[in-house]
């Protein structure tokens, strides 16, 4: 069912005259487009959101839509490039043919991409990243769901320095927006504790070289070092420290992607620590779960739960109470109405908090650990912030 749904979308996308009529709204369907990664070092966040937003869709379309239309998605891959991104928006703005952006991945392409939008007052909503530029509210068309990357790097420092003691704390990021904003959050957070960092190191968005970055934090001997990446570059660096004997604990934000940094490591992953901002995908005794692992089965009987597509879950969630509350006459202009009126948005075991002044739905930060086996556990008393 999933591969067909993509397939339709690709032809959708070659056929621009059959796609949805006017903002992609009809008397039977409406149509939302996603721009994100789904070739490179990112792709398995790109296609773990499509996933996660289509079982959503899927689990609505089967109870008879939301207001008697079913609910389509439209993906595009940007390649995790700034420039492509902003021109695939720019084409869907003018396409006018869908009511809004869905599940985006990345700073650096929502930074091209989101004032793109904004001028077109078309719905931006849950981007896969924690920039504190998506948080301003006044934009008026931005609907977050996660939590800050500022609020995932005091989670780290807290549990790294004042829960484990540590003083030695280096930071691998890359060079661009996304790992600046990191970096900014790890800076905040160690100089609350009169540190600074001992070393850092930077590699090139869409690279894996990172050798040159990993011999100067060697140099250093930290305790820890935090990292703020994709899955790729990010597996480079930990499979290299450990044949380079750098002993250290190896924390990661919740962008990395955790199951496809986990499977890329392979036996180098145990102990290598993730933050994460939606609850545990494993724990069905939360009724958003249960309704996500069985909504996930019925998008692809293969697909195994996990944090990326729980995140896109939830976002396809948010994406369809906006769709509820803007009722039967819906336009762009209703359906952003309705998103701004959302306040409180209760799933069962995760609720979403909005407010005039506030666009982002959870606040939620907890760490895990990749387990021996490949797997992930919760780390007792790490996050919850």
């Known amino acids: 069912m999933f591969l067909r749904n993509t397939m339709l979308a690709a032809t959708l996308l070659a056929l621009p005259h059959l796609a949805s009529a006017g903002q992609g709204v009809t008397g039977d369907s409406v149509t939302f487009a996603q721009v994100a990664a789904f070739e490179g070092p990112a792709a398995a966040l790109g296609t773990g959101m499509r996933l996660g937003i289509t079982a959503a869709f899927e689990e609505a379309n089967a109870a008879g839509g939301i207001h008697g239309r079913m609910l389509k998605l439209d993906s595009m891959d940007d390649g995790y490039e700034p420039d492509k991104s902003a021109g695939l928006v720019k084409s869907v703005v003018e396409g006018d043919n869908h009511i809004g952006l869905i599940g985006a991945v990345g700073t650096p392409t929502s930074s091209a991409t989101q004032p793109i939008a904004t001028e077109a007052n078309m719905p931006f909503i849950g981007p896969f990243t924690g920039a504190g530029f998506l948080r301003d509210a006044s934009h008026g068309n931005i609907f977050n769901v996660r939590a800050t990357y500022f609020a995932e790097t005091e989670a780290w420092i807290e549990y ?182 959302l306040s409180t948005v209760d799933l069962g075991g995760v609720t979403m908090l909005f407010g005039t002044d506030d666009n982002q739905g959870m606040d939620d930060v907890f760490l895990t650990r990749i387990t021996a086996s490949g797997g992930f556990e919760p780390i007792v008393g790490g996050g919850g912030s």
């Open 160 to 341: 790294l320095v004042d829960q484990q003691g540590m003083d030695s704390i280096a930071i691998l990021y890359q060079d661009d927006g996304f790992g600046r904003v990191g970096l900014a959050g790890v800076n905040a957070a160690l100089e609350k504790r009169g540190m600074t960092l001992a070393a850092e190191g930077t590699y090139t968005r869409n690279t894996t070289a990172v050798k040159k970055a990993l011999l100067e934090i060697r140099k250093a001997k930290p305790d820890a070092v935090v990292m703020v990446g994709a899955y790729k570059p990010v597996a480079e660096f930990i499979k290299l420290s450990r044949k380079m004997k750098l002993d250290a604990t190896f924390v990661n934000i919740s962008f990395v992607g955790s199951d496809a940094l986990a499977q890329e490591l392979g036996d180098a992953g145990e102990d290598v620590i993730i933050s994460q901002v939606v609850p545990f995908p494993w724990d069905a005794s939360l009724p958003v779960v249960a309704q996500y692992t069985a909504a996930l089965a019925a998008a692809d009987a293969e697909a195994k739960p996990g944090f990326v597509t729980l995140e896109g879950y939830i976002v396809g969630r948010l994406a369809i109470e906006g769709l509820k509350a803007a009722g039967k006459d819906l336009t762009r202009e209703s359906y952003l109405a309705a998103l701004a009126g």
